[in-house]
């Protein structure tokens, strides 16, 4: 962050905010409920995405996603930072420090979680590895993160009944039961930042499960 923001109050300051989760648990339309009950609110926000965000990101997150990819996990965890690095200098700061709120899809969690769980088993040296890219390009972690926690086989039933499955949602079942283990390690490790959201349910009670939450957090009516 440069120095002109750091001199602002954290009032000034908009709020970061990223829902993680695994495949098919209702990320999209709990975001789009929520960016509408902010503006219902009066409150500014931008709503974004990972991998992608910015226009470099998004052409990254093209091949990213694209099942014609084939690279290794390093490259596959480089690219996915160099997108996440464009997006946060061109996009997410500029927004915060304008007082805009950033609602963003996915963030470093679900790095640690995809990368560093379902690709590497947990590996040490993969998730040391991604904590090193963290502290080195990534200057502002969200200050709340929603994980809308669903059971695998569930969510995994639900993104089948979408469009074409993308280079992540062709992985076998087993892949995500370690990523959904990476977000609840996540969540025990970070228990402050991370907020576990029950995502059974219909849409309407997940939306004002997450309300409460935010309203909560951030002293909303």
């Known amino acids: 962050m440069t120095a002109s923001n750091e001199l602002k109050s954290a009032s000034e300051l908009g709020r970061f905010i990223s829902f993680e989760g695994t495949e098919g648990v209702g990320k999209t339309t709990a975001i789009e409920a929520l960016c509408a009950r902010l503006q219902d609110n009066g409150i500014d926000y931008l709503r974004t995405r990972e991998p992608g965000g910015s226009p470099f990101a998004e052409r990254l997150r093209s091949i990213l996603l694209d099942p014609a990819t084939s690279i290794d996990d390093d490259t596959e965890l480089l690219l996915l930072f160099a997108a996440r690095c464009d997006h946060m200098q061109q996009v997410i700061l500029p927004a915060l420090s304008q007082g805009t709120w950033v609602i963003c899809d996915r963030f470093t969690d679900s790095t640690i979680a995809y990368q560093g769980y379902g690709r590497a088993h947990g590996d040490s040296v993969m998730l040391t590895k991604i904590d090193t890219l963290i502290a080195q390009f990534i200057p502002q972690l969200p200050e709340l993160t929603l994980w809308l926690d669903l059971p695998v ?11 074409v499955a993308d280079r992540f949602e062709q992985q076998a079942s ?6 959904y283990e990476g977000f609840s390690a996540l969540a025990d490790q970070h228990p402050d930042r991370i907020q576990l959201i029950d995502a059974n349910g219909s849409s309407e009670e997940v939306n004002a499960r997450i309300w409460q939450v935010i309203s909560a957090r951030f002293d909303l009516s």
């Open 153 to 163: 086989d569930e969510g995994m039933a639900r993104a089948g009944k979408r469009s």
């Open 174 to 179: 087993d892949f995500f039961m370690r990523i």
